[in-house]
Structures are given as C-alpha cells and as structure tokens.
C-alpha cells in the first residue's frame, strides 16, 4: 500500500476517536519499512471495533491491558510490525495517546517513562476541549 492511500485509510480508521497528534507520526515512522500496511490495518481496524463497542471493559480481550492511572495499552502484532498503542479515556470515550515499537522476546512490555508521556498528551486532549 502506498504510503498516500495507508494515511488516508488511518485517518479514516481514528476519525471517530480522540487522536494526539503525535500518534499519526509515530504509525507511520514504526510502519515505513514493514511493507505490512495492509495487515497492521486490518489488525487495527478490529482492535479499535473491540475497543470502541467494550470501551473500558476491552481488557477483558488478551491484547489490551490495564497499564496504571487510567492508562490502557493495545497490542497489535504482525509479519513486520509488533507495536503497542496506548490510550485513556475522556468523558468515557478511548483517547489514543502514544504509539511504540514493542521490543519482543522480554515477556513483558516496558512502559518506563511511556505512561507519564501518555498522561501529558491526556492531558493536552482534555485541555483542547
């Protein structure tokens, strides 16, 4: 997919959710080179069906956690592509906030000084309100 149509088909993918703006630069710095667009979309658009019909209920599904103050991750993994994104909530409704390449092979995800960016960028959302 070329990088064009990838961007549109993001942008139409968040247009109903709460996006920093930061996260569009991140996508599609960890997505250049994978030459996976079409997988990370599909594996994204479910995600987010998930996570807007459950909102904060969808750690109920293995590839979202509850990280700490009122930070959630998503996890979407793929051929190329092993990325976690992390998100709040405004009045109820997902805010996705940060986007980073998840290392593979620790076990467990390594949110040092990940969440306090993601609480900034929380903030700066609700401020914009």
Do not use: C, W
């Not at 293995?62 to 909530?89: A, C, D, P, T, V």
């Not at 409704?93 to 993601?118: I, M, N, S, W």
Request: hydrophobic share 40%; no cysteine; proline share 1%.
């Amino acid at each position: 997919m070329d990088r064009k149509k990838f961007l549109k088909t993001l942008i139409e993918l968040l247009h109903s959710f709460s996006v920093h703006s930061a996260l569009l630069t991140e996508l599609l710095e960890e997505l250049k080179h994978s030459g996976n667009e079409v997988s990370f979309i599909t594996i994204l658009e479910a995600r987010l069906k998930f996570l807007n019909e459950h909102g904060i209920e969808a750690t109920v599904h293995k590839e979202f956690e509850n990280i700490e103050k009122g930070i959630y991750s998503m996890h979407l993994s793929g051929n190329g592509f092993n990325m976690r994104i992390l998100y709040g909530f405004i009045d109820g409704a997902p805010a996705l906030l940060y986007a980073f390449h998840e290392r593979g092979g620790h076990g467990r995800t390594d949110y040092t000084g990940k969440v306090d960016v993601a609480l900034q960028r929380l903030t700066e959302l609700k401020e914009d309100r």
